[in-house]
C-alpha cells in the first residue's frame, strides 16, 4: 500500500536530482557571468558548486566506468575552486568561537583589526583564468546533463546505495579522525547529497541524524579554516604581538573544538549503515513528497535564482 502511494505522492527520485543538478548549473552560470560580482556572489557560488558537486556524485555509480573516471577528475578540480569560495562560511562561523576565548581587551582589538583585514579581503569571484576554466567545467556538465535527460533515469536502489556508500565512507573517517581533510571531503559529500533529497518541511528533520551531520559539518569547516588563519595573508599583514595573541586564541578554540567534534561525530553516525539504508526510501518519500506538497506545511521549492 505504501509503495503505491510513494509512485504518486512525489517525484521519481532520478528525475527530482537530475532537476536540482540542471538549476544549479544554471544558477553557478548565471554568478559566474554577473558584470558586478560582489563576495556574497563568491559565497553564493561555491555554495551552489559543492551542491551541484553533491549531485553528480550520486549519479557517478550509474555511469559507464570511463565516464566514471572522468567525471571524478572533473568532480575534483570543480570542488577546489568551491571549497576555495565557500571559505568565507567557516570564517563567519569561526570568528565568534574566537571572541569567546578573548581574556583582554588586547586580545578583542587583535580580533577586531583581523575582523577588518578579512572583511577588506574578501574574494568576490574567482580570477579570470579559474573564471574560463570553470566556465568550461560548467559547460561541459551542461552536456551531459542534455544526454542524462535522454536516457532512462538512473534506479532508485542505484541512486539509494550511492547515498549509503557516502554514508558509509564519511561514518569511517569521522570515527577514525573527525577533523582529518579526508573527512571533510566525505562528509561534505554526504551533508550535500542528503540535503539535496531530504528537504521536505519539518518531518525529516527529527530523524536520520541529518542535522547533527550538518552541525558536524559546520564544526569541521570551521576547524580547518582555523588551522591556517595564524599563517594566512590577513594574519601576517598584522603586528607580531596581535599574531602572537591570535594564535593563543586558535590554538584555545581548537581544544574546544576536538571535543566538540567528537560528541558531534558520535551524535551524527550513530545510526548503522545498514540501518541507514533500509530507511532511505521512507526518508526519500518524507523528503519528496513534502517538497511537492503532497505532506507537511505545502508546496516548498528551493530558490536557485538568488
Same mark, same amino acid.
Request: with cysteine.
Given at each position: ?17 537530475? &532537476? ?17 560580482? +560582489? ?29 566514471? &573516471? ?35 581587551? &588586547? ?92 528537504? &521536505?518541511?519539518?518531518?525529516?528533520s527529527e530523524a536520520a541524524g541529518v542535522p547533527e551531520r550538518r552541525r558536524l559539518l559546520d564544526l569541521v569547516d570551521e576547524d580547518a579554516w582555523l588551522a591556517g588563519l595564524v599563517d594566512s595573508p590577513a594574519a601576517a599583514a598584522g603586528k607580531p604581538r596581535d599574531r602572537q595573541r591570535l594564535g593563543k586564541l586558535v590554538r584555545r578554540r581548537r581544544r574546544e573544538l576536538a571535543v566538540d567534534l567528537r560528541v558531534a561525530a558520535l551524535l551524527g553516525f550513530g545510526e548503522s549503515v545498514v540501518s541507514y539504508r533500509r530507511a532511505l526510501p521512507w526518508r526519500t518519500f518524507i523528503g519528496l513528497a513534502g517538497t511537492a ?7 516548498? +521549492? ?5
Amino acid at each position: 500500500m505504501w509503495s503505491t502511494i510513494d509512485s504518486f505522492a512525489r517525484p521519481p527520485l532520478g528525475r527530482h536530482l537530475h &532537476g536540482r543538478a540542471l538549476a544549479l548549473n544554471q544558477r553557478a552560470r548565471g554568478l559566474l557571468e554577473r558584470a558586478a560580482p +560582489t563576495p556574497g556572489d563568491g559565497r553564493a557560488l561555491g555554495e551552489t558548486l559543492m551542491a551541484s558537486v553533491a549531485c553528480w556524485q550520486l549519479f557517478r555509480q550509474g555511469l559507464p566506468a570511463p565516464r566514471q &573516471g572522468l567525471l571524478q577528475r572533473h568532480l575534483q578540480r570543480q570542488g577546489a575552486i568551491a571549497d576555495a569560495l565557500a571559505s568565507s562560511g567557516a570564517r563567519r562561523n569561526a570568528l565568534p568561537g574566537l571572541r569567546r576565548q578573548a581574556r583582554s581587551r &588586547g586580545q578583542q582589538r587583535c580580533l577586531g583589526r583581523l575582523q577588518e583585514r578579512l572583511a577588506a579581503s574578501a574574494v568576490a569571484v574567482p580570477g579570470r583564468r579559474r573564471r574560463r576554466a570553470l566556465a568550461r567545467l560548467l559547460e561541459t556538465e551542461a552536456r551531459w546533463l542534455d544526454e542524462l535527460g535522454q536516457a532512462p533515469p538512473p534506479s532508485e536502489s542505484e541512486l539509494h546505495a550511492g547515498l549509503a556508500r557516502l554514508y558509509r565512507r564519511a561514518r569511517q573517517a569521522s570515527a577514525a579522525r573527525p577533523g582529518s581533510a579526508v573527512a571533510r571531503r566525505r562528509l561534505t559529500r554526504l551533508v550535500r547529497g542528503e540535503e539535496l533529497i531530504f528537504s &521536505g518541511p519539518g518531518l525529516i528533520s527529527e530523524a536520520a541524524g541529518v542535522p547533527e551531520r550538518r552541525r558536524l559539518l559546520d564544526l569541521v569547516d570551521e576547524d580547518a579554516w582555523l588551522a591556517g588563519l595564524v599563517d594566512s595573508p590577513a594574519a601576517a599583514a598584522g603586528k607580531p604581538r596581535d599574531r602572537q595573541r591570535l594564535g593563543k586564541l586558535v590554538r584555545r578554540r581548537r581544544r574546544e573544538l576536538a571535543v566538540d567534534l567528537r560528541v558531534a561525530a558520535l551524535l551524527g553516525f550513530g545510526e548503522s549503515v545498514v540501518s541507514y539504508r533500509r530507511a532511505l526510501p521512507w526518508r526519500t518519500f518524507i523528503g519528496l513528497a513534502g517538497t511537492a506538497g503532497v505532506i507537511g506545511n505545502g508546496p516548498q +521549492t528551493a530558490d536557485f535564482n538568488g
